[in-house]
């Protein structure tokens, strides 16, 4: 995911951004500092942010990205107990609190996102440790009179194996603590991991199956008030007026608020509070979006389509391709809103006590630097506080696919508290959450290519037209022409819109993006895999329209195009391999093929699908992934897993539409998820390698859609060109 | 006032015989385990079991529960592991973990209904708990296993 942090550091250091996701650590040179809360659990031997041993030998590894399934607080202490040679029965993890430590350096706030948390944490927390194991060998060292070079470490333990001596990191830890944290202490080489690598079991798990998990909405305080809020229905109103009479009258609400985002109900419990909410009188005025509906907002990408728009990016020849010419294809290609729909509802709960506010927030994102939008700098806004008043307590997220960087939520928490004197917890609605998202942008491209007369493809144009997510994140204080220089939307082009379609593998001579900013004032925001989500179905789809129009194997077609690519070849090939890409489809079904480079990783799929019953069915799923080192090869499966069920789940059913100007769907009736029933058998295959670990958490989420869509082209020999897929459109 | 017999306690509760089971539990008796996912029993999130039957508790009024065995992701097992949430951890299935309690409750109703269950008996049962990580080729392994059956996809 983008960060607008890093966008407008673009202002100090020129350059940033690569073509898919993050590439630049950014350094806290002292230009933007975090206001610290104090380190975790103090410890004995506590030698940096990350590690803590106790007496017991208990290894804390202090987690400073969020939990919110994809299995951080395993995988980073794994990186810890490698290299610290610890005991991992003894390992606990811990949620870091705010401070500049916990920074992620891939993106430059301490936030989780964008598929950087492993590849962010791997060379320094491992430093920390194999510095913190070195400290441990010289305090044995110094207390056996030995050399340290003399001694070894192995599962929580030093020894001497010359004189037979053994000391446990507990007994160690007091003695540790009092030595000098050396400058630099040796890595492991791969061939020496013993716990990287192997699929060690989540520590969260078993708190996960007997119901002790605590995530944000189940935070309890002494006191807690719970809210909900009455939005207006049209993005951009306003509340007109309200009468609290009759939601006062609901036994067990205290009060009726007005807030910035509408009225709040507050009560003693969230169903007093929706019931109060319920009988609220309240009216809106509707503002400029009162009139927005999706035909509408379809016609106007489609007008917009007809505007030059921003030369992204252009290679080759730029003459004409002529339509009358029989070897160009053209074709357009239309993807809805999104909602993220985390199972567990958007929530916040925050207590303003005098000049202190302690929040309890599921976040993605606890702390910005400069743009004021992580947690604290919300909460702190809302309170009327400075940051150092803050207090954020990170719970579990019930997912998260890039909602829960977001927070207004945490916002109305924090003022509620603040009117009402006491802890308020706010919890949306379903209804709520999917009626007020920050949503995954509608897109509508248009894109040509010509083939030469031995079917290869000679020139390619896409011109994107879609709504900006990074143009909210352009500083109103910034002069246009610097803004347009240097801002998060530089040169007019929204990274987050066009990545995935600015540099597609394949090798052709020439090439041609356009992007025309569609400006529908729908709220926006990160949605797994960003603007991947919609440019690798339009190019996966394209890439297999130009093989059937030269009357080449999808597979093949793909292979002779990418010579320029080992890594995105490789999980090609495996895909194809490991799906018997050349036998027979099972009958009925065809198998599509998809493959796509984003957040450093690589991934090919290919799926079985066709329709049964008037229904798109998917049987089966082969993925070939090539992160490069793989931390926990289980976890990394159900990432991959998990990542095609999101990217299945919109293929074939999300949408956002809208109506009066206000959201159609509301629960998991009209915005259905994926159900157990429909799930294809997916296997999982990694690239072994010895490369740094890559973005993984969402890398398979944009294959799925074009593989379905050209494996029902095979099937049914009809081509899907408007998600999510309509099967009557398959079957007329 | 209402009596509920939650995981084999009884509370005697000054609540509205009208609030949902769900909030009762969490709001109430501080049950958190059973979670709020749609209010309308689509999602499953807040499954429980009511004299053994998964109910959907965003939807049961508390009254009606008054006087029936309510068993929560808490009340499951006694001490040890049940066989469901043992298998749950072989198979590694949460992500994020919120749609867990009520999957396993769903699951565990399955099993002691049907001990052998087949693969259509699973897919009914489980159709109504949503996952929005995508864990679900786990979960059809871990009803396996924990039936005994060989969990293979």
Redesign the interface.
């Known amino acids: 995911m983008p960060d607008p942090v890093v966008s407008r550091r673009d202002l100090l250091k020129a350059g940033l951004i690569g073509g898919a996701g993050l590439v630049l650590a950014v350094h806290l040179d002292g230009c933007a500092r975090l206001d610290a809360d104090p380190p975790p659990t103090s410890a004995p031997f506590a030698p940096d942010a990350w590690i803590r041993i106790g007496t017991d030998g208990i290894v804390t590894v202090v987690v400073d990205r969020s939990e919110m399934g994809q299995g951080v607080t395993t995988a980073l202490p794994m990186l810890v107990a490698e290299e610290l040679d610890a005991d991992w029965a003894m390992v606990r993890f811990e949620q870091a609190p705010v401070n500049p430590a916990y920074v992620n350096p891939l993106a430059g706030s301490q936030r989780t996102g964008g598929s950087t948390s492993v590849r962010a944490a791997w060379l320094p927390m491992r430093r920390a440790a194999a510095k913190a194991r070195a400290m441990l060998v010289l305090a044995a060292a110094r207390a056996w009179g030995v050399p340290a070079r003399t001694c070894t470490t192995e599962r929580g333990v030093v020894r001497h194996p010359a004189t037979g001596r053994s000391a446990s990191y507990g007994e160690l830890a007091a003695m540790a603590g009092r030595l000098p944290v050396p400058a630099d202490a040796p890595l492991k080489q791969p061939g020496d991991f013993r716990i990287i690598g192997r699929p060690l079991a989540r520590l969260d798990v078993p708190s996960k199956v007997n119901g002790s998990a605590v995530y944000g909405i189940d935070v309890q305080v002494p006191g807690l008030l719970v809210a909900t809020v009455a939005r207006c229905p049209v993005f951009g109103g306003r509340l007109r007026r309200f009468d609290p009479a009759r939601a006062l009258a609901v036994p067990g609400v205290r009060h009726v608020v007005p807030i910035e985002t509408g009225v709040a109900v507050v009560a003693d419990g969230y169903w007093h509070a929706l019931r109060g909410r319920q009988a609220l009188t309240v009216e809106w005025d509707d503002g400029p979006l009162a009139g927005l509906d999706s035909a509408g907002v379809q016609r106007r990408l489609e007008d917009l389509a007809s505007e030059a728009g921003v030369r992204v990016k252009s290679r080759g020849s730029d003459s004409p391709l002529h339509t009358s010419d029989a070897r160009v294809v053209s074709a357009r290609y239309d993807l809805p809103y999104l909602a993220h729909a985390t199972m567990e509802p958007t929530n916040a709960t925050a207590h303003v006590a005098g000049h202190r506010c302690t929040v309890w927030v599921p976040t993605q994102y606890q702390s910005g630097t400069l743009v004021g939008d992580g947690a604290r700098e919300v909460a702190a806004h809302a309170a009327g506080l400075p940051p150092s008043a803050v207090t954020v307590h990170t719970t579990l997220l019930g997912g998260a696919f890039g909602r829960r960087v977001e927070h207004e939520c945490l916002s109305e928490a924090v003022q509620l508290s603040k009117a009402v004197g006491a802890p308020v917890k706010v919890i949306y609605s379903r209804e709520d959450d999917i009626r007020h998202d920050h949503y995954r942008p509608v897109s509508h491209h248009r894109l040509e290519a010509r083939l030469d007369p031995s079917g290869r493809p000679v020139a390619w144009r896409h011109k994107l037209v879609a709504p900006s997510i990074m143009s909210r994140f352009v500083s109103p204080y910034l002069p246009g022409w610097l803004a347009h220089r240097f801002g998060p939307v530089k040169h007019g082009i929204d990274n987050a819109a066009v990545e995935g379609a600015a540099s597609p593998p394949y090798r052709i001579p020439a090439f041609r993006l356009d992007y025309v900013m569609a400006n529908i004032g729908v709220p926006l925001g990160f949605w797994r895999s960003v603007g991947h989500s919609h440019n690798i179905f339009v190019v996966e789809s394209f890439i297999d329209e130009l093989a059937a129009a030269a009357g080449a194997d999808p597979y093949r077609f793909r292979r002779e195009l990418l010579v320029d690519h080992p890594r995105l070849l490789a999980v090609l090939d495996l895909a194809a391999d490991k799906a018997l890409w050349g036998s027979p489809a099972p009958e009925g079904l065809g198998r599509g093929i998809a493959i796509a480079e984003l957040y450093g990783g690589y991934v090919g799929l290919v799926a079985e699908a066709g329709v049964e019953s008037g229904a798109v069915v998917v049987r089966r799923v082969v993925c070939a992934v090539d992160v490069g080192t793989v931390v926990n090869p289980d976890i990394a499966a159900a990432q991959v897993e998990g990542g095609i069920v999101f990217g299945l789940t919109a293929a074939l059913k999300g949408e956002i539409s809208f109506k009066g100007g206000a959201v159609r769907q509301g629960n998991f009736d009209d915005y259905q998820l994926l159900r157990l029933p429909e799930m294809p058998a997916i296997e999982v295959f990694f690239v072994p390698s010895a490369e740094p670990p890559a973005g993984l958490g969402e890398v398979a989420t944009p294959v799925i859609a074009p593989a379905v869509a050209n494996a029902l082209a095979r099937a049914t020999g009809r081509r899907v060109r408007r998600l999510p897929i309509r099967p009557e459109s398959l079957t007329a | 006032m209402i009596e509920l017999r939650v995981n084999g306690v009884i509370h005697p509760l000054d609540v509205?015989p009208a609030?949902?089971l769900l909030?009762v539990l969490?709001?109430?008796l501080?049950?958190?385990?059973?979670?709020?996912?749609?209010?309308?029993g689509?999602?499953g999130?807040c499954t429980v079991h009511l004299d053994g039957a998964p109910v959907r508790s965003c939807q049961l009024a508390a009254g009606s529960a008054a006087g029936r065995a309510v068993t929560?992701?808490?009340g499951?097992?006694a001490s040890a592991?049940h066989p469901v949430?043992e298998a749950?951890?072989a198979e590694?299935?949460?992500?994020?973990?919120?749609?867990?309690?009520g999957q396993?409750m769903s699951a565990a109703a399955l099993l002691a209904r049907v001990s052998r269950p087949t693969d259509a008996e699973?897919?009914?049962a489980?159709?109504?708990?949503?996952?929005?990580?995508?864990?679900?080729?786990?979960?059809?392994r871990a009803v396996r296993r924990a039936a005994g059956e060989p969990p293979h996809?």
Request: glycine share 12%.
């Open positions: 509205e609030m949902p909030w969490r709001e109430v501080g049950l958190t385990g059973t979670k709020f996912g749609c209010g309308i689509q999602c999130a929560t992701i808490e499951l097992a592991p949430q749950w951890i590694q299935v949460p992500q994020c973990g919120y749609c867990q309690s396993i699973i897919d009914a489980m159709s109504g708990n949503l996952c929005r990580c995508g864990t679900y080729q786990r979960i059809r996809a």
